[in-house]
């Protein structure tokens, strides 16, 4: 079974910066994808940023210059370096892991609160 540990976030003031990191124990086939998703209260989950096996990354527009993912293969972790954070940017950020043969793995989420 897959575990994802995520850890990183906190209460920030607007502004300044956080850095998520997720790692993933167990039986992973192989990855096709690692991302960050979040969701806001009251609103859906949305796709925050990706990296794909290539190496090639995916941003949503409001995080763009912002935002930066990485990962490292020897640990199947991948982290999310948050800055210039906005009030906008409070949710509960939730790390994805998608292999190649189609199973799908989350954690279990990270509060990430933007305040002054």
């Known amino acids: 079974q897959v575990q994802l540990v995520e850890s990183g976030g906190g209460l920030v003031q607007p502004g300044g910066s956080l850095r998520l990191s997720c790692v993933a124990s167990?039986?992973?086939?192989?990855?096709?994808?690692m991302g960050w998703y979040r969701q806001a209260p009251g609103k859906q989950r949305e796709l925050a940023a990706e990296?794909?096996?290539?190496?090639?990354?995916n941003y949503a527009e409001s995080v763009k210059n912002r935002f930066t993912i990485s990962k490292d293969n020897t640990k199947n972790a991948v982290y999310l370096q948050m800055n210039s954070l906005k009030p906008d940017d409070t949710a509960v950020y939730y790390c994805?892991?998608?292999?190649?043969?189609?199973?799908?793995?989350w954690g279990k989420g990270n509060l990430v609160t933007v305040s002054s």
């Open positions: 167990g039986s992973i086939f192989s990855i096709f994808s």
């Open positions: 994805n892991i998608y292999e190649r043969n189609g199973m799908d793995h």
């Open positions: 990296i794909f096996s290539t190496g090639s990354t």
